[in-house]
């Protein structure tokens, strides 16, 4: 008899729907038989600078060991981050991309019937990691597309054990500020953890910008996440890590896999730390695009969501998943989010100026040729 092998699995996993990541290019030039070098991807938050040339050199130095386990403490590149971020080496995990530590938090911290809460429109892989632990999720309405902290912490049980928090958030780039996270984390009991996703933190500018690693000292139930994968422009070498207090990043360290991270993405990431200037550009262009970007909705007469982040939500209309289609054959890769709850937006990363142009010439043909838009 033919054995049911999705009935064996546990049953947070039976029904789970994996992460749907953004179309690669080689995919679609696959499918609509495109140049690759004619399209453009502003769909996976990536750095639109190309990688930096010291990550670069660094990585290709260290092809010269592949044969040998990484360090699987990544002393050097721990080194580096204490440093830089004033924290002692015991305070750091790292991960294989930071979506590895959200996962391994979970696995840690939580199991059947715990309860971990995260924000309607938040990142989806809060509920998907939650959901493969058995862990039951619970889910806080946003409000203005961004977090409600207040419901969320009143959303504490007994069974509480993890909360996740985006900031800034994806989809939505939406973000607190220092005050209002500090408020929320007292309401939080010590014994819930935080998990304080900065993927995007690189990007905030703002005066009363929150820095998780300010609230640490204070609150040893939080857990910073950071990654290598957007404003540092390493995404593909998957690099991540948390700062949290030792006690914390002692059981995070028993959990992940030894050589989590490759010897080559460790080479790669303690060089970029080292290129400020390329981070700086980095910044300048996204700030920069996020105004190209606003300018243009708002000439097309599209309402979008403020963002602090490098993409940005616009409102395309009812038929937004349309509108994504017809930007694919325009060879122009943004990404929907209709899964997040969102079917009227479209999550557009901030490109070059003239990638973000080439979007907005695309999006007005279509919303033109649709009879939507201005
Ligand atoms: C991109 C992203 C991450 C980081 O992913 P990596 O695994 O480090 O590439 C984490 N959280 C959020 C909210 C993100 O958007």
Redesign the pocket.
């Known amino acids: 008899m033919a054995i049911d092998y999705q009935s064996l699995a546990v049953s947070g996993v039976q029904a789970l729907s994996p992460y749907q990541p953004g179309k690669p290019i080689a995919e679609l030039a696959r499918e609509l038989g495109l140049n690759p070098a004619d399209i453009i991807k502003l769909a996976?938050?990536e750095n639109p600078l190309g990688p930096s040339p010291k990550a670069v050199q660094a990585a290709q130095k260290a092809m010269g060991e592949l044969c040998l386990y990484p360090d699987g403490n990544g002393f050097n590149l721990k080194q580096a981050l204490a440093k830089r971020f004033t924290v002692e080496t015991s305070q750091l995990t790292l991960?294989?991309?930071?979506?590895?530590?959200?996962e391994v938090i979970a696995r840690c911290f939580a199991s059947a019937d715990d309860e971990v809460i995260y924000s309607q429109y938040?990142?989806a892989?809060y509920p998907i990691v939650t959901q493969a632990i058995g862990a039951r999720g619970v889910c806080v309405p946003a409000q203005h597309w961004g977090h409600d902290l207040n419901a969320m912490a009143e959303a504490i049980t007994d069974r509480t054990k993890l909360i996740f928090v985006?900031n800034?958030?994806?989809?939505t780039g939406t973000v607190h500020g220092a005050k209002a996270l500090k408020a929320f984390m007292d309401k939080v009991p010590a014994r819930v953890l935080v998990v304080l996703?900065e993927?995007?933190c690189e990007y905030m500018q703002g005066e009363d910008d929150a820095d998780g690693l300010v609230l640490l000292p204070d609150y040893p139930n939080l857990i910073v996440?950071r990654?290598?994968?957007?404003a540092w422009g390493l995404?593909a070498l998957?690099?991540?890590y948390s700062i949290s207090s030792a006690a914390i990043a002692n059981i995070l360290n028993r959990v992940r896999q030894p050589f989590n991270v490759g010897s080559v993405s460790l080479a790669a990431a303690t060089a970029v730390l080292g290129d400020e200037a390329y981070l700086n550009e980095a910044r300048r262009v996204n700030s920069d695009g996020l105004a190209q970007l606003g300018a243009a909705f708002e000439a097309m007469g599209l309402s979008y969501i403020p963002s602090t982040?490098n993409f940005i939500a616009v409102d395309v209309g009812e038929h937004a998943m349309d509108v994504y289609q017809a930007l694919l054959a325009h060879g122009v890769i943004v990404r929907p989010v209709a899964g997040y709850g969102m079917p009227r937006h479209l999550r557009v990363s901030v490109g070059l100026a003239k990638e973000n142009a080439r979007f907005i010439e695309a999006l007005s043909q279509t919303l033109v040729a649709s009879g939507q838009g201005a």
């Open positions: 996976s938050n991960g294989n991309g930071s979506n590895d530590l959200l938040a990142f892989v985006a800034p958030n994806n989809p996703d993927a995007y996440c990654t290598f994968s957007k995404a998957r690099i991540g982040a």
